[in-house]
């Protein structure tokens, strides 16, 4: 695949198409093995097919599932028209599939275990693991997705709260299908599901923030240029108490690099300070595109 025709599917290497796969069928167990059976309903396209399951038992959620999906991918492609990207088509197709396929290949009539809360755990944990992923990418598994690109388009509607507020009555309305408990753990879930999917999303993009106050500048400058292969920059400055020339170097390294450069600071200059700080996310060459 020439890098053209990657920059017009919007996937720009093979290893983002490897986080998208690993990412949708990540989202794509956590539904099978863990939501449909207990019947969680937290929101979205899989809650939507865990309730009209329930009203027609002869279709599966899966099943309902890759129906819905398709229609909003056809809406897409009329509606969205440019606006409407390949990692999505990818994604939704993906899930819609595997669930399909995991549904006849390892049939599940009841949960695996009788630990509900241990069974909501792991149906919030891989989707939200697998949608912070593709979050990171840009990229999503469709579904209400697309139904909010399309209210963006043509209302003035708070998409995120009109979201929210969607996802809150599906998971409550598990109450009426499945009783008062099955509802109360459905919208436990949706609740951790987005505190979960953020605290992944900066887990992923943590970095680390270096100052470092040196008499030893050109040393630690050539061991950040050429062993760890980042920049840096560096300002001369002057001690308060003691008026002794020094120099700041501050540079940002990812996480495993970090250490690296703490114990090299602290072998070459033992009096040097050094100012470690947990960004979330850095925009810029050598990281995240602009």
């Not at 709260?161 to 109360?184: H, M, P, Q, R």
């Not at 700041?248 to 300070?273: C, H, S």
Request: glycine share 10%.
């Amino acid at each position: 695949m020439s890098e053209q025709k990657r920059s017009f599917l919007g996937i720009r290497s093979f290893k983002e198409l490897g986080l998208m796969t690993v990412g949708t069928l990540l989202v794509a167990f956590g539904v099978y093995f863990f939501k449909y059976p207990n019947n969680f309903t937290t929101g979205g396209v899989s809650g939507i097919s865990v309730l009209l399951g329930s009203i027609s038992p002869v279709i599966t959620p899966g099943t309902i599932m890759m129906v819905i999906n398709v229609v909003f991918l056809i809406l897409g492609f009329i509606i969205l028209d440019k606006g409407f990207g390949f990692k999505t088509v990818y994604c939704s197709l993906l899930l819609s599939g595997a669930v399909w396929v995991l549904e006849r290949i390892i049939p599940l009539p009841e949960p695996m275990t009788d630990q509900k809360f241990l069974e909501l755990t792991f149906s919030v944990l891989l989707p939200a693991i697998g949608s912070a992923i593709l979050f990171n990418i840009d990229a999503s598994t469709g579904g209400t997705d697309i139904a909010a690109m399309i209210l963006k388009k043509y209302t003035s509607l708070n998409i995120g709260n009109a979201l929210l507020a969607t996802d809150v009555v599906i998971a409550a309305s598990s109450t009426l299908f499945f009783g008062i408990e099955t509802g109360l753990y459905s919208v436990l879930g949706l609740a951790l599901k987005a505190v979960v999917v953020d605290y992944v999303i900066e887990s992923i993009n943590m970095q680390k923030s270096f100052t470092i106050i040196t008499q030893y500048p050109e040393e630690v400058k050539q061991f950040i240029t050429g062993e760890l292969h980042r920049g840096a920059t560096v300002w001369e400055a002057e001690g308060a108490y003691t008026g002794e020339k020094k120099w700041v170097i501050m540079t940002a390294l990812r996480r495993y690099q970090a250490n690296a450069l703490r114990k090299y600071v602290r072998e070459v200059d033992p009096q040097g300070f050094m100012f470690i700080s947990n960004i979330s996310d850095i925009i810029g060459k050598g990281f995240r595109g602009v």
